[in-house]
């Protein structure tokens, strides 16, 4: 009978993912809430990986090996994790919701017959019965979801769902248990990870930032916004349109795809803040947003908001800094 | 080298959604569509890669109702050879397995060198139809791909990672690529490419019964706006520029910005 629930604890080159110590968090809550043993489950060539997930509260940490595991390939990735699965028979498996675990993880599932309920956000347990809630149509609306069917119940949850400090740490540290499994064909070779460029712009430490979405319309309108963040002393940066037009660098995108940033201001001007933009901007200290559709997404993270035409707001804004600045 | 590239239509980036009676979707009745954003770049870069390694077809597919047409027609109007049409007219509780299985079976026999499609849809947002399709096609993948080589036997695809970091990885063909988007200009279609279009072949075929009528493994029980996690004040009351104003005021006093 299928028991207990095992997280996936993602790393790239030895390196642990915090987003790994979210989904820890996030199958740590749900095991408390069911009952049910948390156990982690860390892919590699040995088991030296593994120790790092073991000083949390965990019921093992298994390290699943084998040499085609060095580097990650989805093929090879989803050949060890369904050889996991199978042995350890869980009810749920858990995953953060990062770039690799989308890559393979479909795949696992569909090893199974089925697919994963993805990108969570929140998961509720009421009478032994999980529900999953998950953003759907760009963050504008949410969803309620439960699993059908046998288990095990694949599900993974977006980065920020979970807190990684509130992933508990144990006692001592918890079991290491090693399983070399078999891979099959690999039929891809990954090359070496890079960056593009040398990031010209470093908007991490920017204490303001102005940021411009689809809102903004055309290239000529940017000057408008760089007069604001000239004033303010702040830099100008944008959702991922903006720069995929061109009409901005590729280093002053904000979001999954580019920059984090935390700044004392952030101001968005026509961005409806799609969950990719979000996770890189929400931790600001304040956050205004303007946007004309009253049910963005961006505004529920917003301290200030102004439903509006940007076009309208920005010139009295600027006017106004000037007079109270003196 | 024959291409197949899936394409989904979604509601309108800017469409003002609105939740149905029974909380369990959105009120589908008014809605417009249009195409999924990062499918759009999946068919431009089929069509960029037929032209610079001399010729093939391109091949679209699409499922869901009738008013997919549009999507089909404009793809075949921008250079795509023909296309085949998926019908079904309830298809927004699909999950990502049972429209893989569906897709799997409307595009298996065409034996392609390439599948394209976008890294994930902007209603859903599963991000996993492409992934699964791929499994049960038996090809290898690649997701989040950002530039295609395909002058070789092979491929070489440079996928984004995140952060600002990227990977090349070299594959067997054939292969199923999610594109990310933004990753070429989409170009318009011209007025000769809308006539052409009307010659070409839609192909509508019913979606297999089986992979349509599998239990779907994930539920949706209700729908909603997301909770605020702040309290946001909300300045001007509808007026922009009364707003501005009051917004000057509130960064100088509250958030003691300057």
């Keep these: 009978m299928p028991n207990g629930i095992l997280v996936f604890a993602e790393h790239r080159g030895g390196a642990f993912n915090k987003t790994s110590f979210e989904a820890v968090a996030a199958a740590q809550q749900l095991g408390a809430s069911l009952g049910q043993p948390v156990s982690a489950v860390v892919l590699g060539t040995d088991a030296a990986l593994a120790s790092q997930v073991a000083a949390y509260k965990l019921d093992k940490v298994v390290s699943v090996e084998h040499p085609k595991l060095a580097d990650y390939t989805p093929d090879g990735y989803a050949d060890a994790m369904e050889r996991a699965?199978?042995?350890?028979?869980?009810?749920?498996?858990?995953?953060?919701?990062?770039?690799?675990?989308?890559?393979?993880?479909?795949?696992?599932?569909?090893?199974?017959?089925?697919?994963?309920?993805?990108?969570?956000?929140?998961?509720?347990?009421?009478?032994?019965?999980?529900?999953?809630?998950?953003?759907?149509?760009?963050?504008?609306?949410?969803?309620?979801?439960?699993?059908?069917?046998?288990?095990?119940?694949?599900?993974?949850?977006?980065?920020?769902a979970y807190r990684a400090d509130q992933a508990e740490r144990g006692g001592e540290a918890a079991a290491v248990e090693s399983l070399p499994v078999e891979v099959g064909e690999v039929r891809m070779q990954p090359e070496e990870p890079f960056q593009e460029v040398k990031q010209a712009v470093d908007l991490t430490k920017?204490?303001?930032?102005?940021?411009?979405?689809?809102?903004?319309?055309?290239?000529?309108?940017?000057?408008?916004?760089?007069?604001?963040?000239?004033?303010?002393?702040g830099e100008i940066a944008a959702s991922r349109p903006i720069c995929d037009a061109g009409w901005l660098p590729i280093d002053r995108q904000i979001g999954s795809s580019g920059q984090t940033v935390t700044p004392k201001l952030y101001i968005a001007l026509g961005i409806s803040g799609a969950i990719q933009h979000l996770v890189g901007m929400k931790n600001a200290s304040t956050i205004v947003a303007v946007n004309k559709d009253p049910e963005a997404p961006i505004f529920d993270i917003a301290d200030y908001g102004i439903v509006g035409d940007l076009f309208e707001v920005i010139p009295v804004l600027t006017e106004e800094i000037k007079k109270l600045k003196g | 080298m024959k291409i197949i590239v899936l394409m989904k239509q979604v509601a309108n980036k800017d469409a003002i959604l609105r939740i149905n009676k029974s909380e369990t979707w959105i009120?589908?009745?008014?809605?417009?569509?249009?195409?999924?954003?990062?499918?759009?770049?999946?068919?431009?870069?089929?069509?960029?890669?037929?032209?610079?390694?001399?010729?093939?077809?391109?091949?679209?597919?699409?499922?869901?109702?009738?008013?997919?047409?549009?999507?089909?027609?404009?793809a075949l109007a921008r250079g795509a050879d023909r296309a085949i049409h998926v019908v079904s007219d309830d298809t927004a509780q699909l999950g990502p397995y049972a429209a893989a299985k569906v897709l799997s079976e409307a595009i298996k026999d065409e034996q392609a060198d390439l599948v394209l499609t976008g890294l994930q849809s902007d209603d859903n947002g599963y991000a996993q139809t492409g992934v699964i399709l791929a499994e049960l096609l038996g090809l290898p993948h690649a997701t989040i791909v950002i530039e295609v080589d395909a002058s070789g036997e092979g491929l070489r695809v440079k996928r984004e990672?995140?952060?600002?970091?990227?990977?090349?990885?070299?594959?067997?063909?054939?292969?199923?690529?999610?594109?990310?988007?933004?990753?070429?200009?989409?170009?318009?279609?011209?007025?000769?490419?809308?006539?052409?279009?009307?010659?070409?072949?839609?192909?509508?075929?019913?979606?297999?019964?089986?992979?349509?009528?599998?239990?779907?493994?994930?539920?949706?029980?209700?729908?909603?706006?997301?909770?605020?996690?702040?309290?946001?004040q909300f300045l001007g009351d509808g007026d922009a520029k009364a707003g501005a104003a009051q917004l000057a005021e509130k960064l100088r006093t509250e958030a003691r910005i300057f």
């Excluded at chain 1, 675990?101 to 696992?108: E, I, M, S």
């Excluded at chain 1, 055309?218 to 604001?228: K, R, T, V």
């Excluded at chain 2, 431009?44 to 009738?66: F, M």
């Excluded at chain 2, 990227?166 to 279609?189: K, V």
């Design chain 2, 27 to 74: 009120e589908e009745g008014d809605l417009s569509h249009e195409v999924n954003e990062s499918d759009g770049y999946a068919l431009e870069e089929a069509l960029r890669l037929k032209e610079k390694h001399g010729g093939g077809e391109v091949v679209v597919c699409s499922l869901g109702p009738q008013r997919v047409k549009s999507v089909i027609k404009d």
């Design chain 1, 206 to 233: 920017a204490d303001t930032i102005i940021a411009i979405g689809r809102g903004i319309k055309g290239q000529e309108h940017i000057a408008l916004a760089q007069q604001l963040a000239d004033l303010l002393g």
């Design chain 2, 161 to 232: 990672l995140e952060s600002g970091w990227y990977q090349w990885y070299a594959m067997t063909r054939p292969a199923l690529l999610t594109i990310q988007s933004g990753i070429s200009q989409i170009r318009y279609a011209t007025l000769k490419g809308i006539m052409a279009a009307k010659k070409k072949e839609i192909k509508e075929v019913a979606p297999n019964a089986e992979a349509l009528s599998a239990a779907a493994h994930q539920r949706i029980t209700k729908v909603y706006f997301p909770q605020k996690t702040k309290q946001t």
């Design chain 1, 85 to 160: 699965v199978r042995a350890l028979d869980p009810q749920f498996v858990i995953m953060p919701h990062t770039y690799l675990v989308r890559d393979y993880a479909p795949k696992l599932a569909a090893r199974f017959g089925k697919d994963l309920i993805s990108d969570c956000v929140r998961a509720s347990v009421s009478d032994g019965a999980v529900t999953f809630s998950r953003r759907i149509f760009q963050g504008k609306i949410d969803a309620d979801v439960v699993a059908n069917g046998e288990p095990p119940v694949f599900a993974t949850f977006q980065s920020g």
